[in-house]
């Protein structure tokens, strides 16, 4: 054995070591866990064990000891999965979220619960709310905004009348892949996907595919789905879609902005503690007068609390009648905070928090 292969052997026996002692490690952590989950159930606390605060200080705490060389978001990854497992331990958490399986919102539901998550795909967005409210899942996943196509406004309006609280929010980079059975992209005539990231590609399509039909369907699952059944189809999809409907992918991020990404919300029964870095989202309704909105907005200015976002939607009660969704850097216990939602209410006509939570992660 030369001395190449000598030092080769050394560190693989450093790394066995390394697997031992990993091993070690995590089966004392989850022990650990599972005994926080007796204390608990023996104070007759609540059956929630998932605290996103906790989760959040938590991957902030190991994201700023990374000392290399693994990057931030694959060490965050590891991490979401341990504490994933280790959530399995103290209970079945159940989450719905937009289906059907390989969808964006199915990589977002993953993305923040961790593989260990029971999840369950829903038609609907309106159904996830149903199954949360009812107490059948414990939380849902549903996208809100997307950075190129706006706010999601269907589920604006289902939060004017929903008892749910914002929990969470996951940002997930939309990356879109062609995937096919075909050889090449000389033998694709038709490109399946939704409606959003056929406009999405629509620059690569133009000078790699000019002449193939482009069909919107309801999802980019489904447009997976039918192109795996089909010859001379493909389909816009994510990696998810391309796995789960073993697919070949025959040219990866295809989008024409490459910044493209979305915001999805983590909806549940309660809000979250504070955990240093949060954001609140409110919607409130102004008087019928002059200078309503900027009466509202001095609120939040004379605190000198950041919005980050605000939207407008119908009420549905009147003509010309708007509510007003604003995301703001904070949580509702945090001292400038509560202090512009307390000058809020006497101004608005309406105010409610939908929630305070923290800021996404990863």
């Given at each position: 054995m030369n001395k190449n292969q000598n030092g080769l052997e050394a560190i693989r026996a450093r790394i066995d070591q390394l697997d031992s002692q990993l091993v070690e490690l995590l089966s004392s952590r989850a022990a650990t866990v599972a005994e926080v989950a007796r204390i608990k159930r023996a104070e007759g606390g609540s059956d929630n064990f998932y605290r996103p605060e906790r989760e959040a200080r938590i991957l902030r705490r190991v994201i700023e000891m990374n000392p290399g060389p693994l990057s931030d978001e694959e060490l965050g990854r590891l991490f979401r999965e341990i504490i994933s497992a280790c959530l399995a331990l103290e209970q079945d958490v159940n989450i719905a979220y937009l289906g059907p399986e390989g969808t964006f919102t199915h990589d977002a539901a993953l993305k923040h619960f961790g593989h260990s998550a029971r999840i369950t795909a829903l038609a609907g967005i309106d159904q996830v709310f149903r199954e949360v409210e009812a107490g059948h899942c414990q939380f849902g996943v549903v996208p809100v905004e997307n950075s190129i196509e706006g706010v999601v406004n269907h589920t604006l309006d289902l939060l004017m009348n929903s008892t749910l609280q914002i929990c969470g929010e996951v940002e997930l980079r939309i990356h879109q892949h062609l995937m096919s059975r075909a050889a090449d992209l000389s033998g694709i005539r038709r490109v399946y996907s939704h409606q959003q990231s056929l406009a999405q590609c629509r620059a690569w399509l133009n000078g790699k595919l000019p002449a193939a039909e482009r069909i919107p369907v309801s999802s980019n699952s489904e447009a997976a789905r039918m192109a795996a059944q089909e010859d001379g189809a493909a389909a816009?999809?994510?990696?998810?879609?391309?796995?789960?409907?073993?697919?070949?992918?025959?040219?990866?991020?295809?989008?024409?902005?490459?910044?493209?990404?979305?915001?999805?919300?983590?909806?549940?029964?309660?809000?979250?503690?504070?955990?240093?870095?949060?954001?609140?989202?409110?919607?409130?309704?102004?008087?019928?007068?002059?200078?309503?909105?900027?009466?509202?907005?001095?609120?939040?200015?004379?605190?000198?609390?950041?919005?980050?976002?605000?939207?407008?939607?119908?009420?549905?009660?009147?003509?010309?009648?708007?509510?007003?969704?604003?995301?703001?850097?904070?949580?509702?216990?945090?001292?400038?905070?509560?202090?512009?939602?307390?000058?809020?209410?006497?101004?608005?006509?309406?105010?409610?928090?939908?929630?305070?939570?923290?800021?996404?992660?990863?």
């Open positions: 816009l999809a994510g990696t998810a879609a391309a796995e789960f409907h073993d697919l070949p992918i025959l040219a990866r991020n295809i989008e024409d902005a490459p910044d493209n990404t979305t915001r999805f919300l983590v909806l549940g029964r309660e809000s979250a503690a504070p955990s240093g870095r949060d954001k609140t989202s409110l919607l409130f309704t102004t008087p019928n007068r002059p200078g309503a909105l900027f009466t509202m907005l001095k609120c939040f200015v004379e605190q000198g609390v950041s919005l980050s976002r605000i939207e407008s939607r119908p009420s549905r009660r009147g003509m010309w009648d708007y509510v007003f969704f604003v995301d703001l850097e904070g949580h509702a216990e945090d001292a400038p905070v509560a202090a512009a939602l307390a000058a809020l209410q006497r101004e608005a006509a309406m105010v409610r928090v939908l929630g305070s939570y923290p800021s996404g992660v990863l």
